[in-house]
């Protein structure tokens, strides 16, 4: 793969402060496709003084024209639609079809999104005697993970340039290779120098360096929760804002009036997705006694089927990590009805999609978010007890809830702990806002709400 040996700060790509690189590993066959400068803090300086010097202009730039440059940038995206799956698929090993589907086309129409509210937004308001103005807070470090590459770049970049906004980008080490492509697309769409800028490199340095600099406004991270605490520290020790989306452990709830078929099958798809590497994904699935042996064995049967569909986990650390909380599962008393800890390829970071029934509340995989395709499915007895276990983590990200009736869905999902609910199926909305109650973050992604995150608010009273 084509890889850029240097940085790109203010509108161009620059030599690198050192001389270290971090290897691009094709997690399907182990192999080196490409290297990347390590950044450093002084890559990092130079880049938020990049930013810096271009944030009045862009600042004062009319709120339609910053639109006009998002859609442009949208454009390029949706023209190179067919290299960003084959990047993505190359450095995480999402199988092309979905690197297509969601990996490209995902980040596309958020992109097409911010260019649209950049121009439709209300930046000014009347309240009595005052005009309220929303001006961009700053200059924003933006620090992505790997599992959805350019999803997660164009859900900061974008609102942050509606805002008006200047950013600089540090991505995850594991998939670098897009993210230097979105850099070249900003380029190619006619992005100001300094608006937008990259830097890649190791998080313990890069990321550290960008969340502490003092001349960032605001840090956005997306990540672990354990990182995530790290850097809300950093960021809040200088009163900066933050914005946190982090882990989850999220609950479907099957109803007893629930078509199981449909909410058992869906739920362990949704499980499966990106090989189980999906802060948001339903790994807890609660139903109730009466249907639980029943529900079991459909979700094993249908794990099953995705034993030759799923990509590899990105890397060897994380494959033998969720391999270990398989294995810590089956000790503590679950019951393995699919899949399993044993590595199912010669080659590759592969884990076999694995149920585990039996599963407990005070279980270490019912209350830590594994990362990979491991489902554990839960036993309730009635309505408040599924309640009790689907709110009894630390986590609050997403969850699912199904019924035949879906007034009684409703109602028992305004009762979760949880940002985001889908009920007996709902599509994802890319407009609707995004992000987590409790450990699973501060903050909002998507659409209006996540275009609020990069304002702050000024009034004049008259």
């Not at 199904?402 to 940002?419: K, L, N, P, S």
């Not at 709902?426 to 996540?450: D, I, M, T, W």
Request: glycine fraction near 12%.
């Amino acid at each position: 793969m084509n890889a850029h040996d240097g940085m790109y700060i203010g509108g161009a790509w620059r030599p690198a402060a050192g001389s270290d690189t971090i290897e691009v590993v094709d997690p399907v066959d182990e192999r080196v496709i490409g290297r990347v400068p390590a950044g450093t803090a002084a890559d990092i300086d130079a880049a938020v003084h990049a930013a810096r010097a271009a944030l009045p202009g862009w600042a004062a730039t009319p709120p339609a024209e910053r639109g006009a440059v998002i859609g442009a940038l949208r454009d390029v995206l949706a023209a190179r639609r067919e290299e960003i799956a084959e990047t993505v698929t190359a450095e995480l090993g999402a199988p092309l079809p979905f690197s297509q589907k969601v990996h490209a086309d995902l980040p596309i129409t958020v992109a097409g999104s911010y260019a649209e509210l950049a121009a439709a937004h209300a930046f000014e308001e009347r309240v009595g005697n005052s005009t309220v103005l929303h001006e961009p807070i700053g200059v924003v470090g933006a620090i992505t993970p790997w599992n959805y590459p350019l999803h997660q770049i164009v859900a900061k970049v974008a609102p942050a340039l509606a805002a008006g906004c200047t950013v600089v980008l540090k991505p995850a080490e594991d998939t670098p290779l897009v993210a230097q492509l979105f850099a070249e697309a900003v380029h190619e769409a006619g992005v100001p120098a300094g608006v937008f800028n990259l830097v890649t490199g190791l998080g313990v340095v890069a990321g550290q360096a960008l969340a502490a600099h003092d001349g960032v406004d605001m840090v956005s991270f997306t990540g672990s929760t354990a990182v995530g605490r790290g850097i809300g520290a950093t960021a809040g020790a200088a009163i900066k804002r933050v914005a946190l989306e982090l882990g989850g452990k999220s609950a479907n709830v099957v109803l007893p009036s629930a078509d199981l078929t449909k909410a058992v099958t869906v739920g362990v798809a949704n499980v499966m997705s990106n090989s189980g590497q999906t802060c948001s994904a339903w790994t807890r699935m609660l139903v109730h006694a009466s249907r639980y042996d029943e529900a079991v064995e459909l979700a094993a049967a249908t794990a099953a089927k995705y034993a030759e569909r799923l990509g590899p986990l990105v890397n060897a650390r994380q494959r033998d990590r969720v391999r270990g909380y398989i294995e810590k599962g089956i000790a503590e008393g679950a019951r393995l009805v699919a899949g399993g800890p044993e590595s199912p390829r010669e080659k590759g970071y592969f884990v076999s999609p694995t149920v585990l029934a039996d599963v407990t509340p005070g279980m270490t995989v019912a209350q830590e978010e594994i990362f990979g395709p491991v489902l554990s499915v839960l036993r309730y007895e009635d309505e408040e007890d599924a309640l009790r276990i689907a709110n009894g983590t630390v986590y609050g990200l997403a969850g699912a809830v199904w019924a035949a009736d879906e007034a009684e869905a409703v109602a028992f999902a305004r009762r979760m702990d949880t940002g985001q609910v889908d009920i007996n199926g709902g599509r994802f909305n890319p407009r609707a806002p995004f992000g987590g109650y409790k450990q699973s973050g501060v903050g909002r992604e998507l659409g209006a709400h996540g275009l609020a995150e990069y304002l702050q608010t000024k009034s004049l009273q008259f």
